[in-house]
């Protein structure tokens, strides 16, 4: 239907407009909270259209699962900054090889945290996401 386009593209005009309302006062961090809040609202206002639409449409068992992705991530996010500010490297005058570790470990390692909380949470989307990654391969 033309509903997610229309919604798809309002929110375009909401991070166009967040974006230029928050770079200048937050530079790069405004551009990131102005995609995050844009995803959010785009989530709610599809999900409100959806259950208007479909009537009583049971999200309790996407809770459970909002909860742990949550939780991952904060846990993925806490474990990239403290890496990376463990990373003393002082990165001007540097060159490229300690620019990368401190530009990639932190990537790294919040991946591989994510990865192994999803195990432990038993988040499926993420053992589908790696057997996906599995069968696309061969």
């Known amino acids: 239907t033309a509903t997610p386009v229309k919604v ?7 991070n166009l407009g967040l974006t230029l309302g928050l770079v200048w006062r937050f530079r790069e961090t405004g551009i ?13 206002a599809l999900n409100v259209l959806l259950r208007r639409r479909l009537g009583g449409v049971d999200l ?5 699962a909002f909860a742990k992705n949550v939780l991952a991530s904060l846990l993925m996010g806490a474990a990239a900054w403290a890496l990376w ?14 620019k990368l570790i401190r530009a990639l470990a932190p990537v790294a390692a919040g991946g591989a945290v994510y990865f192994l909380l999803a ?4 988040m499926d989307e993420a053992r589908l996401l790696l ?3 599995r069968h696309d391969a061969r």
């Open 85 to 98: 500010r463990g990373l003393t490297v002082s990165v001007e005058g540097a060159t490229l090889g300690p």
């Open 8 to 14: 798809g593209a309002a929110m375009v005009l909401l």
């Open 60 to 64: 309790k068992p996407v809770y459970g």
């Open 131 to 133: 057997r996906r990654r």
């Open 32 to 44: 990131a909270i102005a995609n995050s809040a844009t995803g959010l609202a785009s989530f709610l």
């Open 119 to 122: 195990r432990l949470l038993g």
